[in-house]
């Protein structure tokens, strides 16, 4: 499978941990390719997003915050915004997105 992560609302303790938990169970067991998407919903919407790997994972428990970065933007906000959501997940051929956090 193809999956988007990404993190939106506030930042707080642990979302590092559940991104590297997705990825390493994702790769590992299942042979997934993980994306994350820049500061939250912003990152689907303009398409910015970096490959995650179980390598890129290592070092980011004690690490606070999140490493892909969060907004508190949400797709409606935007007359198309749930349009660039619908053609990013078409041109990347996201099999799934895993929103974390709020907002």
Known sequence: M???ILT????????????RAIVR??????GDTLLGFADGWRGVIDCDFSELSVNRMRGTLPR???????????PYMFA????????????LGLDAIVAIGGE
């Open 2 to 4: 193809k999956v988007g």
């Open 8 to 19: 939106g609302g506030g930042d707080c303790p642990g979302l590092n941990a559940v991104i």
């Open 25 to 30: 169970k994702g790769q590992r067991h299942y």
């Open 64 to 74: 606070g915050g999140t490493i892909i970065g969060t907004s508190r933007i949400n």
């Open 80 to 91: 198309d915004g749930v349009d660039q959501v619908k053609k990013t997940v078409d041109d």
